[in-house]
């Protein structure tokens, strides 16, 4: 894949996650996905998917940077949501956050296959 072919790809997938269309998850993760180096499958990928939207019911990917070397995906999510009682261990409860994932992607055959992910807890815990 070129590099705008995977970009488009990758937008693709976060536009998918917003629909939260868990049927089709496999067009874009491989059945054999690793999540921060811990082998968990496309279903255990699509329940952790599913246990943040039931956690934070306002949850939106949003990209705010994108950087496209296949066969990898760099990039950083933005944001702005709600979650429900904890989150990442912090009592939000309720509360209105922004905050940034940094993750990084290797894909095969044009699929998710390894995620490796960094959620930036510190910001969250300056808003509580």
Partial sequence: M???ELSDVYRDYIAYLNRQD????????????????????????REMLEQDFREIPDL??????LISDPPHI???L???CTPKGEFLGLPVDGKKVSFAE???YLFR???????WS??????????L
């Fill in 2 to 4: 070129t590099r705008n």
């Fill in 22 to 45: 868990w049927p089709q998850l496999g067009q874009f993760v491989a059945d054999d996905v690793h999540h921060n180096d811990r082998l968990i499958g496309l279903s255990g990928y």
């Fill in 60 to 65: 939106h990917f949003n990209i705010d940077l």
């Fill in 74 to 76: 760099a990039s950083r």
């Fill in 78 to 80: 933005r944001f702005e």
């Fill in 102 to 104: 940094n993750v990084f």
């Fill in 109 to 115: 055959e044009a699929r998710i296959w390894r995620v």
């Fill in 118 to 127: 960094v959620v930036d807890r510190a910001a969250i815990e300056a808003q």
